[in-house]
């Protein structure tokens, strides 16, 4: 992937309904996304192995808490967000948890999500840690 195809996923979100923050940036040619609840200053989990095809953004997650794994898909809004949803891993067929980019709102079990772009909000001190850790 190339830093331009991930330039319009960078930056701080809020995402909706879950209410998390989610901080993206491109570290060696890798997007990278930790997340937060709101208003709580450790890490919940991220998101991670990005990519994107036809500027839809492709990935999986990972709840820190639970270990709990999933895909979600993203695809740029109108005004300053990004659409789509996400699975949880064991609500997808097989084919899909090997290739993320089979991920689409025709799956059964999508739950919704909007991200909002935060445009003034600073990178928090938990996502700055994860950058710096992240191998």
Known sequence: MTD??????????LTSPAGLVACAKVING???IPYARSGERRLAGHFYECRVEEKTLFGRFKRFASGEL??????????HTLKGGWWTEAKLPVRVRRDVRLADAKLPGMIKDVWVRMPKAK?????AQYFLEWP
Request: aromatic share 18%; net charge negative; no cysteine.
């Open 123 to 127: 990178t928090p001190a938990w996502a």
């Open 70 to 79: 999933g895909v979600f898909t993203l695809a740029v809004g109108e005004i």
């Open 4 to 13: 331009s195809e991930f330039k319009p996923f960078v930056g701080m979100w």
């Open 30 to 32: 890798e997007l990278l």
